[in-house]
């Protein structure tokens, strides 16, 4: 009756261990009450030899058969035992008259265990079984009714029958705190994975370098973010940013030094952002800086406003401070296309014409002729 016994372990099933622990100090005292009804009536000594093996050898022999078997079948077998109990029980019922206490002690007994397991199919089956017990007995050799009021053999019954309801109470005690102390320890798991899942999740949408977000994550939530722009009926912008020669500033100062530049202009983009806005690495020194709820006019704003703070950066480097520029291009919502791939397409054309105009510069992407004009440098 121990709460761990609720998983299969060392080969023997938990049923098993279970109800030979029950047998041995149950059949025992069981043993004890008969013997109390049958003292004054000299059932002859076959009677008493037939209670030692039922009551004290039975129930080990059937442990060591059980447990030999395979883990899979030893709960169908115990059920089937438990059913065998029954019938034994039924058998001595009859055979010593029915007396009242005893009966009812080894029915509910029996009614019990096989309703624990087996529902209440388990309890039907229990009372068929003791009831051909006593059937076959009666058929065998029918003995007179004998109530049997005494007060040994009553408080015996009553003894073994409160201890075993007893020992079952305790043992459902055992096996509910178990059962909450699993539950609590599977639902810590489950919520450990949750954490994991969502670290992992966030891990798969940044870049690594920088913090940012990355295109994966652009894709999976820019149609939204767009789609609630339009809703509202407001307007959004796609700045589209890339660090003019940059190529010459990791040949001349190293990869380390470029990746320290795009940290620091991804750290200047987020503190940028504002709610609803999202920045992502969009590849290589390229930025994306999308901006919800915005005018074209209040985008344009910001778009300089990044630019002229990257220019005054300063980056120390080995004792020299080194600093840099960068080009935009610009696209707006709905103006410029209402899907995020033409809007980025529109975004990366006028960036492109920021380029050609001596970068340094944010450049609008324009309709008219797919070419796109200074913006305001
Ligand atoms: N340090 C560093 N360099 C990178 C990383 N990813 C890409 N690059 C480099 O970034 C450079 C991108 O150069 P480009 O954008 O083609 O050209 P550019 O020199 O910036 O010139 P313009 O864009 O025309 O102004 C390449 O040399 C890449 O090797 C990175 O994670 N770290």
């Excluded at 299969?8 to 008969?34: E, Y």
């Excluded at 002690?105 to 003791?130: D, H, K, P």
């Excluded at 791939?341 to 920021?354: K, P």
Aim: proline share 3%.
């Amino acid at each position: 009756m121990q709460p761990d016994s609720i998983a299969p372990t060392a080969g023997v099933h938990w049923i098993v261990r279970m109800n030979w622990k029950n047998r041995s100090i149950f059949f025992v005292l069981l043993a004890l009450t008969l013997a109390s009804h049958m003292a004054g009536r000299q059932p002859g000594a076959i009677a008493w030899l037939l209670l030692v093996l039922q009551f004290v050898v039975y129930p080990q022999v059937l442990y060591l058969l059980t447990r030999r078997l395979p883990q899979q079948r030893q709960r169908q077998v115990e059920v089937r035992n438990m059913l065998l109990d029954g019938l034994g029980f039924g058998l001595w019922c009859s055979f010593l008259g029915l007396p009242l206490w005893i009966t009812f002690t080894m029915y509910i007994g029996v009614s019990m265990n096989l309703l624990v397991f087996e529902s209440f199919r388990g309890w039907v089956q229990a009372t068929l079984c003791m009831a051909l017990g006593i059937a076959v007995m009666h058929g065998l050799r029918p003995t007179p009714w004998q109530a049997d009021t005494s007060l040994l053999t009553t408080g015996l019954s009553m003894f073994t029958l409160g201890l075993y309801i007893l020992a079952f109470a305790y043992d459902a005690y055992l096996r509910a705190t178990s059962l909450h102390r699993h539950r609590a320890q599977l639902r810590q798991q489950l919520e450990a994975n949750h954490r994991l899942q969502a670290q992992l999740t966030e891990l798969a949408l940044r870049d690594p370098l920088t913090g940012l977000y990355n295109r994966r994550h652009l894709d999976e939530t820019m149609q939204l973010q767009l789609q609630r722009c339009a809703m509202m009926g407001s307007g959004a912008a796609v700045l589209l940013l890339d660090i003019d020669h940059f190529k010459q500033i990791n040949d001349r100062h190293g990869h380390a030094v470029g990746d320290q530049l795009l940290q620091t202009l991804a750290q200047q983009l987020l503190r940028n952002c504002r709610a609803g806005d999202t920045a992502c690495r969009y590849g290589g020194d390229e930025f994306l800086l999308l901006l919800t709820e915005v005018t074209p006019d209040a985008a344009l704003a910001r778009a300089q406003q990044l630019r002229q703070d990257f220019a005054v950066q300063q980056l120390r480097v080995e004792d020299q401070s080194l600093s840099t520029t960068l080009s935009c291009g610009l696209a707006l919502f709905p103006a410029h296309g209402t899907e995020p791939a033409r809007l980025i397409q529109r975004a990366d054309q006028a960036l492109y014409q920021a380029k050609l105009h001596g970068r340094n510069a944010v450049v609008v992407f324009e309709h008219h002729l797919e070419t796109c004009t200074d913006g305001a440098k």
